[in-house]
């Protein structure tokens, strides 16, 4: 492992399912729930569900760029959600839920804008890729409760039925990225 690390924060829906998935890429060193980008300092999970807070349900990621490049990262990320669709992944509604990579590097944010480009050209998705690609404004981490969530719930019903798929996907599409205690 390198000295150095960066860190990208991804709102892809709700974290549950954005941090399971992560959680299980090599190369990903941590993977931390939270609420990023909005006006509030520390917005609980109530006052961000409202929607008033302008906060996204986000993943914080701290990677070794070394084992696993920022390139790969954004590939999973648009491959194990819905990019088009505006304020919304599946069930889960509101501006909270909004599609973004919220960058901490010129390169990370050159590297997403390239890459949606090209799924734009190549005309990967039925419709337009709403995500916003924006600067890391703020961070907060979500509660404890939200941490490991899928770890440890894995057989809750969100989890089982939603948050179980995503990452049977990640595993199918991208087993080559898997850590090696994560399996197949």
Known sequence: MTEKTESIVLGAGCFWCTEAVFDRVRGVLDV??????????????????SGTTGHNEVVR??????????RQLLGIFFATHDPTTLNRQGNDVGTQYRSAVYF????????????????????????????????LASYWPAEAYHQDYYA?????????????????????????????????
């Open 32 to 49: 931390e729930s939270g609420y990023s980008n909005g006006h509030v300092e520390r917005p609980s999970y109530e006052q961000v569900c």
């Open 61 to 70: 990621l701290v990677y070794d760029p070394a084992q696993v490049s920022v």
């Open 104 to 135: 901490t590097t010129p390169a990370q944010e050159q590297e997403a804008r390239l890459l949606i480009a090209e799924l734009e050209q190549g005309a990967i998705f039925n419709a337009p890729i709403v995500t916003e690609v924006l600067p």
């Open 152 to 184: 440890q719930h894995p057989n809750q019903g969100y989890c089982a039925f939603v948050v179980g798929p995503k990452v049977a996907k990640f595993r199918k599409q991208f087993a080559e990225l898997l850590k090696p205690e994560s399996g197949a």
